[in-house]
């Protein structure tokens, strides 16, 4: 439920999308609220056909779709709102980076020079200034997805779809448009990205949806994720001088379903059932007089998700 | 553990011919073909001239069943002649090259936007045989609208008029296959060269329909412009009728002489020829 | 809000017409529009300089030309007519079958021959009469009028109605409109426009009108072109009687024709290439339509685009030169509909033609896989 005054979320309702025979998405729910999250999922699962749906690009064949309580069936209204950077690595033959950017922006009834002001200043934020008067056609793969992006920030959107932006950035780049991501997030828009670098979603999504097969598999923040995943032990790394010692206290615990010793034996991989057991029996050893250094969650990241949800389906 | 300790062994069973591997591109495409409802319906109504035809050539061997209707004028007006089958040619090439401007396209055109021009040339594969490969699905399609229905119309007609009429005019038969040969070798060659020109499958469609019906359209225009006839040789329906009007005995029509369409049909093909290969090469083209 | 949605329309119209106008695609279209003036030009300056080339070698009176008769020998016309324009001679030799006397049965024996010829051209200021002989003697005489005004009128009807706004403008519009929609998908940017904050209906209104613009531009552009280059190797009196009289109308009429051509073609290619994913289908089944309109029923007849535009024109086209005897007999142009119902007819039809592409671009989604 969204709470009075904040912006309304981008509802899927029941919407399902086939391509012919071909399954796209089917019998999605979801509700994204503001900040930034990530849609994982392998190749062809429906990450693109999500976001295709929610710019209408495409359209569903059953259920409903509203962005912030517009129609993607309503361009005229979406599209002021909406900035999309699709994966379509194309450009038109004539434009320069400048040009494409500028030009989209004249059909939001900005004046010409309003939209070269506006289109610099994206092309800015994606340090793209320097290439502007090319020809996007000579462009490199990853200035072709800078110059996207800057197409779909330019006019300061609500809501930020993007696929795979991260796509052959370089590092700096790629730390910079994160940050970018960020601010927008903070702002209280919405960022909707997907990617296949899961390192990345993990550090700079709040919430996740990860897709299979054109099903939603789980959605939420990463943690509470992995809180729902009973079938599976959570996973603690746990730094400490006296590991066979600690080990086999923890041993006693009926909770704890495995542990691993570190080669160096300075160190434990412990798996348990219950998070909130094994925090109890970790303030007992450390009571009892083992010296613990530190105890790090090694699956609450979406590399874990990706593996224990999707993993054995692909 | 290397890879080649895995035991890695090429294969070194029976392979088929040259021709059978050669014939593999074609049979996929006959199929793929067979499967577009348009293709079929364009077939089916390419058809119907020559059921009519056959239609013509019985009631024009049985005119007592036109008696009544006064047989013996309607039998002179359909004689079975070189006119006849000239007019049953020409109609058939209207036909033909629709069906090459549906089919053509989509013979090279997709290799070229996708880049499988490598994938096939790392085969035991020359430009010569793609081309040759692709040529025969044009090939086997068309000739089962214009010299198959010609020559069966021809045995309809040796049969029915018996051995004397056959004996006068075998070679009526040959002038059919031989000119129909002619056309498809040309129309094959344009819609190849058409697809591969553009790339693009719908483009190079109505480039193909653009090639005959403008130049058609543009030698009209020089021939009544400038007052002259030789405007008919840019025209390669033209210059065809006028070298099958040659070989089935037809009085040719005023112009430029069959020989004359001859040299410029060659030369046609042979820039169409330089063009292929020119734009055939196995090379990606990263864009 | 409408004078915004103009105002997007306009926009995006003039972001296309830079394509429509300059992409490198475009220009073959170009040569469509101008081919008519260049051969136009070609005649016209083919003509002047045979004329001044005939003035310098001599004029002879038209009486004496006109007195030439078969049977006459080549001195007596050259005393006559000394001064040819053209004058060739050639031998050949002719062979010929020759039945002889040979007992009682008569024999066959092929018989050759060697056989002069000579032609001589004269001009009388106006004519050019051409004479043959074989062996000294008049066997033939051709004459033509060197500069037709009327003859180059028909021959413009001709052109402008047979190869113009059947062939040249019906491709040109092919290439333009098809380009605006199912090009972009070809190109994959089709989504870009998507994303626009417009309505469908007002991007198809804005390309359309782009297709138009530059369509127009250059086919209007073209027939007046090629009008001028007719008429450009007339002067005097009968240009000025012409101008006087019927010129003015005919260039309008002409530039009309060509414009609604580009209306008419154009919203037919715009929504072809919206409705089908293979529009080439609909393009050939159009000019097999257009092209054997003339041989169906006049009910028929009326319902082709290429009725209408013709009944604009100002002057009838002659039958095709190359169009089969039996042909010409069944075939019966149909009564040409009034200018203002045919202009009417063609607006309407493609306000519906519009209206059938705003609903099919509505429900376009991309997808360029299957492209």
């Not at chain 2, 045989?129 to 045995?155: C, E, H, K, N, Q």
């Not at chain 2, 820039?271 to 196995?282: F, Q, S």
């Not at chain 3, 049977?71 to 010929?96: F, M």
């Not at chain 3, 009327?150 to 409109?177: K, N």
Request: net charge neutral; aromatic share 10%.
């Amino acid at each position: 439920m969204t709470a009075p005054g904040a912006a309304p979320d981008v509802v899927f309702e029941n919407v399902s999308k086939f391509y012919g025979e071909v399954l796209g998405v089917n019998k999605v729910t979801l509700h994204i609220p503001a900040g930034i999250t990530s849609l994982v999922g392998p190749n062809g699962s429906g990450k693109t056909t999500l976001m295709n749906l929610m710019t209408g690009l495409i359209h569903p064949d059953r259920g409903a779709i509203s962005v912030r309580g517009l129609s993607p069936r309503d361009p005229e209204n979406l599209m002021r709102s909406t900035g999309y950077a699709t994966q379509f690595d194309s450009a038109p033959r004539w434009a320069t980076g400048m040009d494409f950017v500028a030009t989209s922006l004249a059909l939001y009834g900005y004046s010409r020079a309003e939209s070269r002001e506006r289109a610099w200043k994206a092309l800015e934020q994606v340090s793209l200034t320097d290439a502007a008067d090319r020809k996007v056609a000579g462009y490199s793969k990853g200035m072709r997805q800078r110059v996207r992006l800057a197409q779909a920030i330019a006019h300061d959107p609500q809501v930020l779809v993007l696929d795979e932006p991260l796509n052959g950035l370089d590092p700096l780049v790629r730390a910079e448009t994160i940050d970018l991501f960020r601010h927008y997030a903070a702002q209280g828009r919405h960022v909707i990205l997907s990617s296949h670098v899961l390192q990345e979603v993990d550090v700079i999504s709040d919430q996740v949806i990860l897709i299979a097969n054109g099903m939603i598999v789980a959605e939420g923040e990463i943690r509470n994720v992995r809180d729902e995943m009973v079938e599976h032990p959570s996973q603690f790394i746990i730094r400490c001088r006296d590991a066979s010692r600690i080990a086999s206290l923890l041993f006693n615990e009926s909770h704890v379903t495995e542990i691993r010793m570190n080669d160096d034996r300075l160190g434990l991989l412990v798996m348990t059932r219950n998070r909130e057991e094994f925090s109890r029996a970790l303030t007992r050893v450390a009571v009892a007089g083992h010296v613990i250094d530190g105890v790090i969650p090694a699956d609450e990241n979406v590399d874990a998700l990706y593996e224990y949800l999707i993993g054995g389906r692909s | 553990m290397a890879v080649y300790k895995r035991g890695y062994e090429r294969y070194d069973g029976p392979l088929t011919s040259h021709t059978t591997r050669l014939l593999a591109m074609p049979r996929f495409a006959w199929a793929r073909l067979m499967d577009q409802k348009l293709v079929v319906i364009l077939l089916a109504l390419s058809m119907l001239w020559p059921l009519l035809c056959g239609g013509f050539i019985y009631l024009a061997n049985h005119l007592s069943l036109l008696q009544g209707f006064g047989g013996n004028d309607l039998g002179k007006m359909v004689e079975i002649n070189g006119k006849f089958f000239l007019i049953f040619m020409n109609t058939q090439a209207v036909f033909s090259v629709l069906l090459a401007a549906l089919t053509g396209p989509g013979l090279i055109a997709p290799d070229l936007a996708n880049n499988a021009l490598p994938l096939y040339f790392s085969r035991p594969l020359t430009r010569l045989d793609y081309v040759g490969a692709r040529m025969a699905v044009l090939v086997g399609l068309l000739s089962m609208i214009t010299w198959i229905p010609g020559l069966f119309l021809f045995i309809m007609q040796s049969s029915m008029a018996g051995g004397t009429w056959f004996a006068a005019n075998w070679s009526l038969g040959v002038a059919i296959v031989g000119g129909f040969l002619l056309w498809i070798a040309l129309l094959s060659m344009v819609a190849l060269t058409c697809s591969a020109w553009v790339k693009w499958r719908i483009v190079a469609g109505a480039l193909v329909l653009g090639f005959f019906f403008i130049l058609a359209g543009v030698s009209q225009m020089v021939n009544s412009i400038l007052r002259v006839e030789f405007g008919t040789l840019i025209n390669p329906t033209r210059a065809m009728y006028i070298i099958w009007s040659a070989m089935l005995g037809v009085e040719v029509p005023s112009g430029p002489t069959p020989w004359e369409c001859v040299s410029v049909l060659a030369a046609l093909v042979v820039v169409l020829a330089m063009i292929l290969e020119r734009k055939l090469r196995p090379v990606e083209v990263i864009s | 809000m409408t004078k915004f949605r103009m105002r997007q329309a306009w926009t995006i119209a003039r972001i296309e017409m830079h394509r429509a106008f300059l992409s490198k695609r475009a220009f073959w279209v170009y040569l469509l529009a101008i081919l008519p003036a260049v051969i136009f030009i070609g005649h016209g300056i083919e003509m002047k300089l045979r004329e001044s080339r005939y003035q310098g070698r001599g004029v002879t009176p038209a009486e004496v030309v006109d007195s030439f008769t078969k049977g006459e020998k080549v001195e007596d016309v050259l005393k006559r007519a000394p001064k040819p324009v053209e004058d060739h001679s050639w031998s050949y030799r002719r062979s010929h079958e020759d039945e002889e006397e040979e007992g009682e049965t008569n024999k066959k024996r092929r018989i050759s021959e060697r056989v002069e010829g000579r032609s001589l051209t004269y001009f009388d200021g106006q004519r050019r009469v051409q004479v043959g002989f074989e062996n000294g003697v008049l066997i033939r005489k051709h004459s033509d009028t060197m500069k037709n005004f009327e003859e180059d009128r028909t021959v413009f009807a001709g052109v402008f109605q047979y190869f113009y706004l059947r062939l040249a403008i019906f491709f040109g519009c092919l290439g333009i409109f098809m380009n605006l929609f199912r090009g972009e998908m070809l190109d994959k940017t089709l989504h870009y426009w998507f994303l626009a904050p417009a309505r469908r209906e007002v991007l198809l209104l804005g390309k359309y009108l782009a297709g138009l613009v530059a369509a127009t531009v250059i086919f209007t552009g073209g027939a007046l072109l090629g009008f001028g280059a007719m008429l450009w190797p007339y002067s005097g009196a009968e240009m000025q009687a012409f101008w006087s009289g019927p010129g003015p109308s005919h260039m309008f009429w002409y530039a009309a024709a060509a414009a609604l051509g580009c209306v008419g073609y154009g919203s037919v290619f715009l929504a072809a290439g919206l409705l089908l994913r293979n529009p080439i289908i609909p393009a050939a089944v159009l000019l097999v339509w257009e092209s054997i309109n003339g041989f169906l029923p006049d009910l028929l007849q009326k319902l082709s685009i290429l009725h209408y535009l013709q009944s604009m024109c100002p002057v009838a086209a002659p039958i095709e030169s190359d169009t089969p005897a039996l042909l010409r007999l069944i075939l019966s142009p149909a009564a040409p509909t009034s200018r203002g119902l045919a202009v009417l007819g063609l607006l309407a039809v493609t306000m519906l033609v519009l209206w059938a592409a705003s609903s099919a671009v509505k429900r376009i989604e991309i997808n360029y896989g299957t492209e």
